[in-house]
């Protein structure tokens, strides 16, 4: 199993639509995890970290389900401006950082 | 802040030959990570560095890369001799706080 496995799409959604993305990891004793969002050949910028009751930004809310072990993040109501690559993030067990590979979203309008 | 630089931002150079990318971390950060992003492989963990020590090297593909952080404010990651399978974008990110990387433009390298 990878470390870091989500699905790659990608997911073409129309304005207005709620999406969700799932992200598992094989490391159970990881601690921390976060989002990560990519904008096309830009670099990484954090979305926001997942905390174990659950966390809501605005229209973003991220899940953490330690018992199978994925993440899990919903946009609602998405605008052209959430298209990008969305990058689900394990901290490993050298204190490191792990990336999956993203997942696309397109939102068409 | 400026946030992290990079340079070069594109570098296009041929098999065998020197390569040398440079990041200026954000001021103030304590650890610094160098990464890799292909199209295959995804964003790859190379190296970390917590208060210019480094810390994790095991991603570090073999011996032809280096990298070193001599003071707080700069880094190089040093590829000798290069190859086309290097081809990728190299990422610098700085952190203060876990989790939280704030990662420069890339530096985009083509080995032919």
């Known amino acids: 199993r990878k470390e870091v496995e989500q699905d790659p799409g990608p997911f073409n959604v129309p304005e207005g639509a709620t999406v969700a993305f799932n992200c598992t990891y094989s490391?159970?004793?990881?601690?921390?995890f976060f989002w990560y969002r990519q904008d096309c050949r830009k670099e990484p910028k954090l979305l926001m970290s997942?905390?174990?009751s659950g966390n809501e930004d605005g229209r973003f809310t991220a899940q953490l389900n330690r018992a199978s072990q994925y993440i899990s993040l919903l946009i609602r109501d998405s605008k052209l401006s959430d298209s990008a690559t969305y990058l689900c993030?394990?901290?490993?067990?050298?204190?490191?950082?792990?990336f999956g590979k993203g997942t696309k979203l397109s939102v068409k309008p | 802040d400026a946030g992290v630089i990079q340079s070069p931002r594109h570098e296009v150079t041929e098999m065998g030959q020197e390569v040398t990318l440079r990041c200026k971390p954000i001021?103030?950060?304590?650890?610094l990570f160098w990464y890799r992003q292909t199209m295959m492989r995804g964003l790859e963990l190379l190296i970390y560095?917590?208060?210019?020590?480094?810390?994790?090297d095991s991603g570090m593909p073999e011996d032809r890369f280096s990298a070193k952080m001599p003071n707080a404010s700069f880094s190089t990651l040093k590829i000798q001799p290069s190859e086309p399978r290097d081809s990728a974008v190299y990422f610098c990110?700085?952190?203060?706080?876990?989790?939280?990387?704030?990662f420069g433009e890339g530096s985009r390298l083509t080995v032919l």
């Open positions: 490391n159970s004793a990881s601690q921390s």
């Open positions: 993030v394990v901290a490993g067990s050298q204190g490191n950082l792990i």
């Open positions: 001021s103030g950060h304590d650890y």
């Open positions: 997942v905390y174990s």
């Open positions: 560095f917590n208060n210019n020590v480094p810390i994790d």
């Open positions: 990110a700085s952190s203060l706080v876990f989790g939280e990387l704030f």
